[in-house]
């Protein structure tokens, strides 16, 4: 069975990372100033997510390059 849960969740991780990330981009920032002590969470943890969900696909790319190079099993 070739089911790779990692492809699915980079996606969705990957996915959430950039909508937060140009969310955070795209604020006002002032609320980080009142909220926050001036760090615009918003951004950091939207790379953060991205980051994540980057590591996840490219683990998930990597599998299947290494599964497709393996000869077939005639079990």
């Known amino acids: 069975m070739n089911l790779d849960v990692r492809l699915p969740i980079g996606l969705m991780f990957s996915v959430f990372g950039v909508l937060l990330a140009v969310f955070g981009l795209v604020s006002d920032p002032q609320i980080y ?3 926050s ?3 615009n969470v918003n951004l950091d943890w939207g790379i953060v997510l991205l980051l994540f969900g980057a590591t996840m696909l490219a683990l998930a790319l990597r599998a299947r390059h ?3 190079k393996q000869p077939p099993n005639h079990g």
Request: proline content about 0%; hydrophobic content about 55%; aromatic content about 0%.
């Open 66 to 68: 290494a599964r497709a």
């Open 37 to 39: 002590l001036g760090i």
């Open 33 to 35: 100033a009142e909220h």
